[in-house]
Structure formats: C-alpha cells, structure tokens
C-alpha cells in the first residue's frame, strides 16, 4: 500500500505535467498563427474589410493553414444561383505554426535517447486532444457574410430591389472536414518533427531506421527553409526598391512558401497548369499573372515564365545549387558507411516525396459567380483563380534531380565527412 501511495502522487504529477506542456504547444502554436495571419491581413488591408469581419476573416486564414476547409458561399433568395469554391493553403501560417508547435513538442524529450511508444503516443493524443478543441473553436469563428452591392442606376440594381432579393457573399468553415484534415496536418507536423530532429527519441523498433530517414528528411526540411529564406531576402528587397511595401510583406506574411516552393518545382523542371480570369488574382509576382491570366488553362513553367521575363532562369540555378547543397547536407549527417548508391537512393526516394508534399499544399483553385434569375456575374464579381500541378511528373522529377544530387552529395561529402558512426 505505501508503495502504490508513493507512485500514485508521482503519476498524477507526471500527467498534470504532460497536459501542460500539450497545453502550452497548442496555445504557442495558435498564437503564432494567429499572429502571422493578422499581420498579414492588416498589411493588405483587411482593417477596412465590411461589416468589421477582420476577426472572422483572420480565423478563417488560421483554420485553411491548419488543413481546415473553408467553403465560399452566395445567395439571394430564391432566384439566386451561386457557384463557389476555394482551395488554398496560407503556407507562411502553416509554416509558423508547424515551427512553433513542433519545438515545443519535442522540448520535454530532447535530453533522452529512446521513448515508448506508448508514451509518444500518450503525448500526441493529449496534444490532438487540445488542438481539434482550439481548431473547432476558431472554425466556429469563421464565419461571416457580407451584402454585395449591385451599384446605383444599374437594371441588376432596380431588379433586385423589386424582388426583394439582396444579394449576399460569405464563408464558413467546414467543422467535420477541417477537424479530420487538421488531425491529418498535425500528425504530419508531428511525424516530420520526430524524423527531423537528431534528439528527439524513438521507439526501440524505430531506432535501427534514423540512419537512413533522419538524415534525408533533415535535408529536405533544409532545402525548404532555404527557400523561404532566400524568398524573404528578395522580398525585403522588393519591398524596399519597388514600391508597395504593405502588399509585398501582406504577401511575406500570407503565401511566401507558396511562391518560393512552386518556384522549387519550376526550378527542377516541373509544370503547372491554371488560369486566373476575372477581377481576382492570385498574391504573385507579375510575371506569373501574364503567364496565366486568360479565359484558357495556361501552362506555368520556366520556359513560359522565360518568355515573360528571362530572369525565370535563375530558377534553375539556383535549383542546381541548393538541392545538392542538401544531398551533401544529407551524406554528412550519414553513418559513413553509408554507400554513394545509398545516399542517392535516399536522396531520391526524399525530394521525390517534398515534389508530392509541395504540390499537394500549393494548388489554388478559387472560383465565384452568382447570377439573379440567370442574369449571371453579378456585379462583376465572376471570376475564377485556379494553378493545378501535374502531380505525377513532378513526383518523377524530383526522383531523377534526387538520385543524381545523391550521388553527387555523397562523393563531395566524403573527404569531409566524420569517420565510424555518426548519429543522425
């Protein structure tokens, strides 16, 4: 009895004490988010939305960069018909929260080697438990709806008015959906942590695989980094020589991963396809509106981006810089054992899973009409907005790049590298 006495205060301990480092991860993460996203929407001027839906709007942004789904809508009563859509992920968001999250998950576990994995799951269970609740309240935030006006003296004007039918736009956020896709984004985030960091400890059974996944994911989350450090260098230059500061850090702080990752792919070789058509763009660079901008799909590659400007070719090198700057990255993070076939073999089967990650996270497709008895775009407001990738030839791409840098990294690698084992 007076051993079950001593243990049980000692348990009750250690879980108060793992609920409130979940606690503080959750609230650290949401504030980040949070943050970011109304910075952002203040830099581009959503203090001035209608209706003071600058809140609503900023808990929308956060729920769509933790995997929720956000829905566009539109109705007039009866003889209203609207069509609406809206895919996008705010990826600087994403990022901030993925960074802030992720640290202080691992903080508590960093100074030991190995971990249950009944405990590793115990601690992400509590952590799913607390965010889903944050993540269900701010989708219950986002939600908001805004009359559109028809302008004055106009025949849309004079027949809404006669049948009593006042147009009105909005969003709400999707509750069951952006609960599973936010459970799906933070396993991901969690998953990542774990193969990235170097004292972040495993399960017994996972140890024997650190040699070959750690070091590779390391490198990927590297190269993305770099990405988004060298985007915001430009972008401060931008800023600072170009005009428009306020719309170029609204776009730093809101899609600056979406622009310098899709220029990662463009940069390897890969093509998107899209359009943008009507009064809405995307938070992009010129140069990539020209390429798109049209009733047709257009193709977006550097080839195209070149016609416009020549300078799209400095994607590529700087492509052929950093990607095998990470696979060197990668080799000396290895055991040096580890044999150059290994390492490219590693290298590639990685970059070829960031194309699939980087695709899937950056495709837009943002699309609105609402008509009044058939009398369609309604105020003008019709347009559509939409960059697919061609998913499977850049997954192939980033096979091929990988296999070649793994090679590469490896024999640059070896004269530099530590000798006997070296821990991932």
């Excluded at 701010?138 to 027949?159: H, I, M, Q, R, Y």
């Excluded at 907005?385 to 791409?397: F, N, Q």
Aim: aromatic letters at 6%; one cysteine or more.
């Amino acid at each position: 009895m007076s051993q079950h006495g001593a243990t049980s205060p000692g348990r009750a301990a250690h879980a108060v004490r793992d609920w409130r480092d979940a606690l503080v991860a959750v609230v650290a993460g949401f504030a980040a988010m949070l943050a970011v996203a109304a910075l952002g929407l203040w830099a581009a001027g959503g203090t001035g939305l209608p209706e003071n839906a600058f809140p609503q709007v900023v808990a929308a942004l956060v729920v769509m960069a933790a995997g929720g789904s956000v829905g566009l809508a539109g109705d007039a009563g009866f003889v209203a018909r609207s069509q609406a859509e809206l895919t996008v992920m705010p990826l600087s968001v994403s990022l901030v929260g993925a960074l802030v999250t992720a640290l202080l998950f691992l903080r508590p576990l960093r100074h030991r080697a190995v971990a249950r994995t009944r405990e590793l799951l115990g601690r992400f269970a509590r952590l799913a438990v607390l965010w889903l609740a944050a993540l269900a309240g701010l989708a219950a935030a986002a939600n908001k709806t805004f009359p559109v006006s028809l302008g004055e003296d106009s025949l849309l004007s004079d027949l809404g008015e006669f049948l009593d039918a006042t147009p009105e736009v909005g969003f709400r956020a999707d509750v069951g959906p952006t609960l599973l896709y936010g459970l799906l984004w933070l396993i991901g985030v969690i998953a990542v942590a774990l193969m990235v960091s170097r004292k972040a400890p495993l399960p017994a059974r996972l140890v024997r695989f650190q040699e070959s996944v750690r070091p590779a994911a390391y490198a990927m989350v590297w190269l993305l980094l770099a990405y988004v450090v060298l985007g915001l260098c430009a972008g401060i230059v931008v800023a600072a020589t170009h005009g428009h500061p306020a719309r170029t850090f609204a776009m730093m702080l809101l899609g600056l991963p979406n622009l310098v990752w899709l220029a990662l792919t463009l940069g390897l070789g890969a093509s998107w396809e899209g359009k943008v058509e009507g009064p809405f763009g995307l938070p992009m660079p010129q140069v990539l509106d020209a390429v798109l901008r049209g009733e047709n799909t257009s193709t977006l590659s550097v080839s195209t981006l070149a016609e416009q400007d020549g300078r799209a070719w400095w994607l590529v090198v700087v492509a052929a810089v950093l990607v095998p700057a990470a696979a060197f990255l990668m080799a000396v993070r290895s055991p040096a054992r580890t044999r150059p076939w290994q390492h490219a073999l590693h290298m590639g089967v990685a970059l070829a899973l960031t194309m699939l990650v980087v695709c899937l996270t950056g495709r837009v497709a943002a699309r609105y009409g609402l008509s009044l008895i058939g009398v369609g775009d309604l105020g003008g407001l019709g347009g559509e907005v939409a960059l697919e990738p061609r998913l499977w030839a850049a997954v192939g791409i980033g096979l091929g790049w990988g296999i070649v840098a793994g090679l590469l990294g490896s024999l640059l690698a070896a004269p530099v590298r530590r000798r006997g084992e070296v821990a991932p």
